[in-house]
């Protein structure tokens, strides 16, 4: 099973400022990779697929980076909307399972 | 807009059974692979079990592994989980989800609570 890794565990941000969030896989995905949203109370929405592919209606500040094991994920300048918690999660075994990391929380500075 | 709606969870004694069901209004179900994910209260979201579009095609996770049963029935736009043997450890949010690997939307999900 690939494990997934993300860090830091919770991130303080001011609004307007970037975030950089960080995953890492134990075994290379290649850009099996997904990125997702969470608020509270609510279902996790999706981000980036592809590792840097904005899904749809998802805007121009979210953009996602990296290959093999290595994976970002940036907010270029944060809204109020955007803190949340983020997952990454990879798609690259099959069969599956698809593993995902423990989430980023990104909280107001 | 594609959505999915889940029901049937609830709580439920350790060893005992439930089924989820989950309702896609989208028009294109029988299109989609479908993936079954949880969430325990406050923690990380685990992948559980996944079903192709016809059904000939099903995986688990190990910690569900013979205990879970996905199933779909594409006529009513619907998908399924049988829970059986059901432990304190299962309980947690259960989102149903479309998609293959990438999961592009997900149901608000439905809580299970197994205790005694």
């Known amino acids: 099973e690939i494990l997934m890794t993300q860090s830091p565990a919770t991130l303080s941000v001011a609004p307007g400022e970037r975030a950089t969030l960080s995953c890492r896989a134990s075994?290379?995905?290649?850009?099996?990779l997904v990125w997702y949203q969470q608020k509270p109370g609510q279902a996790p929405r999706l981000l980036i697929y592809g590792a840097s592919t904005r899904a749809t209606g998802i805007p121009a500040r979210f953009s996602g980076s990296g290959s093999g094991t290595e994976f970002t994920l940036t907010i270029s300048s944060l809204q109020s909307e955007d803190f949340a918690v983020y997952y990454c999660?990879?798609?690259?075994?099959?069969?599956?399972?698809?593993?995902f990391g423990q989430g980023t929380k990104v909280e107001i500075k | 807009q594609v959505q999915l709606v889940e029901s049937g969870g609830g709580l439920v004694k350790p060893g005992g059974s439930l089924r989820l069901s989950c309702a896609d209004s989208?028009?294109?179900?029988?299109?989609?692979?479908m993936s079954w994910i949880r969430q325990a209260p406050g923690k990380g979201l685990e992948w559980v079990s996944y079903?192709?579009?016809?059904?000939?095609?099903?995986y688990y996770a190990d910690s569900v592994r013979g205990r879970f049963t996905i199933s779909r029935d594409n006529a009513k736009k619907s998908l399924y989980l049988q829970m059986n043997s059901l432990r304190a450890d299962d309980t947690a949010f259960y989102y149903c989800?479309?998609?293959?690997?990438?999961?592009?939307?997900w149901g608000r999900g439905t809580l299970v609570i197994v205790s005694s």
């Open positions: 989208g028009f294109t179900f029988s299109d989609q692979y």
């Open positions: 989800a479309r998609g293959e690997g990438t999961l592009t939307s």
């Open positions: 999660q990879q798609y690259s075994s099959w069969p599956p399972p698809w593993t």
């Open positions: 075994h290379s995905v290649k850009t099996s």
């Open positions: 079903i192709s579009r016809t059904g000939n095609s099903i």
